[in-house]
């Protein structure tokens, strides 16, 4: 952690955060961007630390509980954050507090190591433990890690055997640690208006320090998180923000020039201008929604992207007339289903705090009806992507699997082929599984269901 900003103000601010966020009424992102509308008087970097403060506690609430003992203030977890995750010392902090909270600090500081159950070493809820460690013994991970190539990390490589030998536990306490980072940030360069070099020239005269992504053709990823909204190559539409996880999903449902295409849980559209853009801007892709709201969020993004061929159009449910009058029409349908978002937790560690095992059961309820009501679009030879930024099978195979027998006009493609045949080298086998551990995105899950001739 940098230095803590000057005004003993940020604490009470994170704390004031923090107290909001641990009611979970609301996402972490919608508590934080009303706290700074309702706070103008903080700085960007106050607000940087606000954040990533509150953040760290999230990721991190179950240790810093167990540290903190059974009666704790929202103030006295954002200390022992920034003591014990963000890695300040008591003499940093030490200006900015009361002599009773320093009395506390110096106690807390002595206190010795609690010895922590598996789930609370991955900070994670009990139950999404259990449902994690059952999925992720070594005879079921075989295929995913059996795929896996060389990795290099910080501090060495690690070979596809040190993977493989892994217990359930070490290998989820590595996906859960990737998990309780923060994500780095990934941009898409817009193939219709720039290519990836001209992009990361320009990126180095802004003296912006980024990277060709590992996988994904278009895909930049930056050192740092610089604001990019008011540079020109954003406003031009030369970049969006995407991460390369989500990038891949495009590349998996590869549409071409002249085709039809749907994205049928379009929301604001991320996914829908790369989309666009592999169609050179060509044919019809429609963008559904249920969400207004979402999808209105789409349009200043197209009128960046230079893209003509997108139609957004809100729909009722996956049962809308406008569906169902576009059955057997599509060549291609992306279904990027409502999830979890378990994968998603770098960016959003609220949702493992905010989701249950029965608003899991929920969401797989309305998954297997989007992903039928979906199949009716694509016509003979055309291919339905159902992909989810889940982790849990539930929501994934399970609901795939359940699909393919109901659907016998339906099969199953190999992702690691298709994206083979576009020179992208990762193959998870059949479905596509990313984990942030692994190949650094987020975590998502993607299956390729062909409507056979
Ligand atoms: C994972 S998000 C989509 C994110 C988006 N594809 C992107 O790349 O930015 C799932 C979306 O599904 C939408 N949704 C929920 N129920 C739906 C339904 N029955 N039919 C279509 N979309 C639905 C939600 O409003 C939400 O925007």
């Known amino acids: 952690m940098s230095r803590l900003p000057k005004t003993a103000t940020v604490i009470d601010a994170a704390a004031d955060v923090v107290a909001t966020m641990l009611d979970f009424t609301q996402p ?24 990533d403060t509150a953040y760290a506690v999230l990721r991190r609430k179950r240790f810093l509980e167990r540290l903190c003992g059974e009666k704790y203030t929202p103030r006295q977890l954002v200390l022992a954050a920034l003591m014990r995750v963000q890695g300040m010392s008591q003499r940093q902090l030490s200006e900015t507090l009361s002599a009773a909270e320093g009395k506390w600090l110096t106690e807390f500081k002595a206190r010795p190591e609690p010895e922590l159950t598996p789930a609370e070493q991955c900070d994670l809820p009990d139950w999404l433990y259990e449902k994690l460690a059952a999925q992720y013994s070594s005879a079921q991970r075989a295929e995913a890690d059996g795929h896996l190539p060389l990795l290099e990390r910080e501090g060495g490589r690690e070979s596809v055997e040190d993977f493989e030998s892994l217990s359930s536990h070490e290998w989820l306490l590595k996906l859960s640690r990737s998990l309780n980072q923060p994500a780095p940030l990934d941009l898409r360069v817009n193939s219709l208006k720039a290519t990836r070099d ?7 005269k802004y003296r912006i320090t980024a990277e060709p992504c590992r996988y994904a053709p278009f895909g930049i990823r930056l050192k740092e998180k610089p604001a990019l909204s008011r540079e020109t190559l954003f406003i031009e539409g030369k970049i969006e923000v995407q991460d390369e996880g989500s990038q891949l999903l495009g590349h998996l449902l590869q549409p071409k020039r002249g085709e039809m295409v749907a994205d049928f849980c379009a929301g604001a559209g991320g996914k829908t201008l790369l989309l666009g853009a592999l169609m050179r801007s060509t044919g019809r892709l429609y963008a559904f929604d249920v969400s207004d709201k979402r999808l209105a969020k789409l349009k200043p993004r197209l009128a960046r992207s230079g893209l003509s061929n997108v139609h957004p159009a809100a729909i009722a449910s996956e049962n809308d007339i406008r569906i169902k009058r576009l059955a057997g029409k599509m060549d291609r349908v992306l279904v990027d289903a409502p999830c979890s978002g378990l994968g998603t937790l770098r960016r959003n560690p609220d949702l493992k705090w905010r989701q249950t095992p029965q608003s899991v059961e929920e969401l797989t309820r309305k998954q297997a009806a989007i992903l039928a009501a979906a199949a009716r679009l694509v016509k003979p030879g055309g291919r339905v992507v159902y992909a989810t930024c889940s982790l849990l099978h539930e929501e994934n195979e399970d609901i795939v699997g359940a699909f393919l027998v109901a659907h016998e006009e339906f099969h199953r493609l190999s992702c690691g082929d298709l994206l083979r045949q576009q020179s992208i080298a990762l193959d998870t086998g059949d479905d596509l599984r990313l984990f942030p551990h692994l190949h650094g995105t987020d975590g998502f899950y993607a299956a390729v269901l062909e409507r056979k001739k």
């Open 28 to 51: 972490a992102d919608a508590v934080l961007s009303n706290y700074f509308r309702n706070n103008r008087e903080l700085g960007p970097h106050e607000r940087g630390f606000v954040a």
């Open 198 to 204: 001209e992009v990361l020239e320009l990126l180095g």
